[in-house]
């Protein structure tokens, strides 16, 4: 990925009454910021008079889309942190970066401090005493692309796959191209999310079709996976490397 890619970003933050957004396509914006009014509005009627308190302790959740997700013809990086403007209406700040054709799994794997970065930077724009708006836009830009280790391109598995080797040491190189593929090969476009987690919710990962649901957008936040990942549910306590 190319450093002179900048990242923007989206939502609200409490020292200003309305949306902000930088550096983000129209595209993609209108897209994110309908799934975002859609699921949160279905969360409010599933957790009634819980919501906010809900909503105001939920994790920050690190995210990976494929193309055809977020974007037609690129794949995307970023946070996605609950928050709320100066006036009190309640909605996220998302700071996202297009990887191109990059593989979502290559940024799981490679990208940590890019994102433990972003994870920094969008919880210092809480602070409405000390939030100045440039110069947090001046330091999401600086973020740069989301930077990870070179990879293949995504490896068709429908029929296997057999991969030669220069050295035995090649092999880890291929790990986020094969996930890519099996993931691929059961879904059309797809979303990685992970979490250092909260009270509600252990650190996880989650791989779904396209964008959280309704549904699984509430357990995103409360941490109720029941009916969503049946028994692989991770809990408060619990620390699963992957839920898939």
């Excluded at 859609?38 to 009627?45: C, D, H, L, M, R």
């Excluded at 403007?85 to 290559?106: E, K, W």
């Excluded at 692309?145 to 050295?167: N, W």
């Amino acid at each position: 990925m190319s450093g002179a890619i900048t990242p923007g970003f989206h939502g609200k933050l409490p020292a200003k009454g309305d949306f902000l957004t930088r550096r983000l396509p129209r595209a993609f914006v209108n897209n994110w910021d309908g799934w975002l009014q859609k699921v949160i509005a279905s969360s409010k009627e599933s957790l009634g008079s819980d919501w906010l308190e809900v909503y105001l302790n939920s994790p920050i959740w690190r995210f990976a889309l494929s193309n055809g997700t977020g974007d037609e013809d690129q794949s995307w990086a970023g946070v996605l942190m609950p928050s709320v403007d100066r006036v009190g209406r309640y909605f996220p700040l998302t700071i996202a970066v297009t990887m191109g054709q990059g593989l979502p799994f290559a940024a799981v794997e490679g990208g940590n401090d890019w994102y433990g970065t972003a994870e920094e930077l969008a919880l210092s724009a809480l602070d409405e005493e000390s939030f100045d708006l440039d110069s947090f836009s001046d330091a999401v830009a600086e973020l740069g692309a989301c930077v990870f280790s070179d990879t293949a391109d995504e490896i068709d598995v429908s029929q296997g796959a057999s991969l030669g080797l220069d050295d035995v040491e090649q092999a880890g190189q291929f790990v986020a191209p094969l996930m890519a593929g099996f993931v691929r090969a059961c879904y059309p476009a797809y979303s990685v999310w992970w979490t250092t987690g909260s009270e509600r919710i252990a650190p996880c990962l989650c791989v779904i079709p396209g964008l959280p649901d309704t549904a699984f957008y509430t357990s995103m936040l409360a941490g109720d996976w029941q009916g969503e990942l049946g028994d692989d549910q991770p809990a408060a306590g619990d620390a699963p490397e992957a839920v898939i």
